[in-house]
């Protein structure tokens, strides 16, 4: 038998890419004007207790930070203090006490358009919460200490930015967690593509109340259903029954699914496969801090590759 060579491709805007590369290791990408000008709460009216000091935008530039470089908390603060007196700016640096306090209930919005998305690319991974590696998994087998959380993204194929995001325990389904993605998207959403692990019915109802297509690989012994919400799904065995699996991939542009695998990848590799934090709420938040910190590491460049 002959081997399947794999397919080979070329960066065509190397140049730009380069340059974008380069330009995420600047602080002035995580702390800019903006943040600067808008570091200290004077909007926040008076309530009962301790007036709020910092905005939500300090404390999430001084997070960014903190997952980009790979910092405990009190290095953070550290970082920001020398960063803001290298800026020569007159500013109080938030303690760590305060970051890890903030993060419980920080608000971190992701990307949001008002034009249509073409292909929403969805899928799950997770995130180690504690317990050993891989090394001593192999070498003395799995132990009881080992949890993990799962993350769920929804990315846009076209331009590689999360618009949506959540962490849930590692035992709920893939399927029950579609719709809270969806409702994240404020955008128009012409196709959903999705692996055979959200070929339910809540699914196919999440993405019809989206008023989007449903491009969702039945299982091989699908049969046409012919009620709702499944004419998607109908439409989607039918061609399967046409022209093959293999083919109706490539016709409905599936392998754009492919993109947010790839996301999950370089998710990890940028910050981390393991959470820091012990608290839900805080797990949360840093997860959806190092979404927010790659769509900012996104929008600077990406590759343009075409196949040799």
């Not at 903006?34 to 404390?59: E, K, M, N, Q, V």
Request: with cysteine; charged share 30%.
């Amino acid at each position: 038998m002959t081997k399947k060579r794999k397919r080979q491709y070329r960066i065509r805007n190397w140049r730009e890419y380069n340059k974008a590369l380069v330009g995420r290791g600047s602080l002035t990408l995580w702390i800019d004007t903006h943040s600067t000008d808008t570091w200290l709460d004077h909007d926040t009216p008076a309530r009962r207790g301790r007036r709020r000091r910092y905005t939500d935008s300090a404390i999430l530039c001084a997070l960014q930070l903190r997952e980009v470089y790979h910092l405990p908390l009190r290095a953070t603060e550290g970082l920001v203090h020398s960063i803001l007196h290298l800026m020569q700016v007159e500013l109080p640096t938030a303690h760590y006490s305060t970051l890890s306090r903030r993060a419980r209930s920080l608000s971190t919005p992701l990307a949001s358009s008002n034009k249509q998305i073409k292909h929403l690319v969805i899928d799950s991974s997770g995130l180690k919460v504690y317990g050993e590696g891989e090394w001593q998994m192999r070498t003395h087998g799995k132990q009881k200490r080992r949890t993990w959380r799962k993350l769920h993204i929804s990315m846009d194929a076209e331009t590689h930015q999360l618009t949506a995001a959540s962490i849930t325990d590692k035992d709920l389904l893939d399927r029950n967690a579609m719709a809270g993605l969806l409702e994240q998207t404020e955008a128009e959403v012409a196709r959903v593509c999705a692996d055979g692990a959200y070929d339910f019915e809540q699914c196919y109802r999440a993405i019809q109340q989206k008023q989007s297509i449903a491009l969702i690989p039945p299982r091989e012994d699908a049969v046409v259903r012919g009620k709702s919400p499944f004419e998607q799904r109908d439409e989607n065995v039918r061609g399967i029954k046409s022209m093959g699996r293999k083919e109706w991939k490539r016709e409905s542009t599936y392998h754009k699914r492919s993109l947010v695998e790839t996301a999950f990848f370089r998710l990890k590799t940028l910050f981390s496969d393991r959470l820091r934090s012990r608290r839900a709420d805080t797990q949360t938040t840093e997860a959806r801090v190092r979404c927010t910190a790659m769509n900012r590491m996104t929008s600077l460049g990406m590759p343009e590759r075409y196949a040799i």
